[in-house]
């Protein structure tokens, strides 16, 4: 089993990025798929989440109408769009893979910056 995470880096307040979590090993459409984040000295926060059709889709007050998760069935991965990010965003971003407690993965985790 394997989430591998990309697409984190640095950009400044206002700005965008675009996450990914390629998953392999276990049957990805029957998951429910996450992203979390956690910030230095905070708890691990979930951010968002879709389920394994990708019709069913939260999010935390805070991202709402900014972030935006959807997820690729055939190629096997997970995104979070994220616009108009604030410096309060900036985390390390995790990707999980969720079909019942004995089928919880995690990614290894991609930095998210936001300063001036």
């Known amino acids: 089993v394997q989430l591998v995470e990309s697409g984190g880096g640095w950009v400044q307040p206002g700005g965008s990025l675009r996450l990914s979590c390629a998953a392999s090993?276990?049957?990805?459409?029957?998951?429910?798929m996450s992203w979390y984040r956690q910030a230095p000295g905070k708890e691990r926060e979930l951010v968002t989440q879709?389920?394994?059709?990708?019709?069913?889709?939260w999010y935390r007050d805070s991202v709402r109408g900014r972030f935006t998760i959807a997820r690729d069935n055939i190629r096997n991965t997970v995104y979070l769009q994220m616009n108009s990010l604030k410096p309060e965003d900036t985390a390390v971003y995790y990707c999980?893979?969720?079909?019942?407690?004995?089928?919880?993965?995690w990614g290894q985790g991609t930095q998210v910056t936001v300063s001036s």
């Open positions: 999980n893979a969720l079909y019942n407690r004995a089928n919880d993965y």
């Open positions: 090993g276990f049957a990805f459409s029957s998951f429910r």
């Open positions: 879709i389920n394994g059709f990708g019709d069913s889709t």
